[in-house]
Structures are given as structure tokens and as C-alpha cells.
């Protein structure tokens, strides 16, 4: 995924969140991933907790200084 990033080459995440934490593991988004601005087109929530979500990209992060 963050190769793809890197690159542009995403325009759509489609994710199954599960209700746990392991503590370790492969990071989705790891340091250095490039940022990135994205819109929730679609979700479900499954009866033992699974969220089911479709996001598409929305264009460039937009930052604001406070």
C-alpha cells in the first residue's frame, strides 16, 4: 500500500476493521507514507462488530495553521 501511495496510484481503499488489537504487526500507513485526503462512500457494520468501508480519494490534504 505504501508503494502505491508513493506513486499516486490509489484512488480507493476498501476496509475491514475488526474490533481487536494485536500490538504488533505490518502497519497499513508507516512513517514516510505520503498524506493523503479521503471520503467515506460506503459503510456497514456487521452483527460481531467488523466494520466494512469503501473510501475514495477527495483530493489534496489541506492544512490549516491555528
Known amino acids: ?3 502505491l501511495m508513493q506513486y499516486d496510484l490509489i484512488d480507493e481503499f476498501w ?10 504487526g505490518k502497519r497499513l500507513f508507516d512513517k514516510g507514507t505520503s498524506p493523503a485526503s479521503f471520503t467515506l462512500v460506503y459503510s456497514k457494520i456487521s452483527p460481531s462488530g467488523v466494520i466494512f468501508a469503501s473510501y475514495k480519494r477527495a ?3 489541506k492544512t490549516k495553521s491555528v
Do not use: A, D, E, R
Request: hydrophobic share 45%; glycine share 12%; aromatic share 6%.
Open 1 to 3: 500500500v505504501q508503494t
Open 15 to 24: 476496509l475491514k476493521i475488526f474490533p481487536i488489537t494485536l500490538g504488533t
Open 59 to 61: 483530493g489534496k490534504v
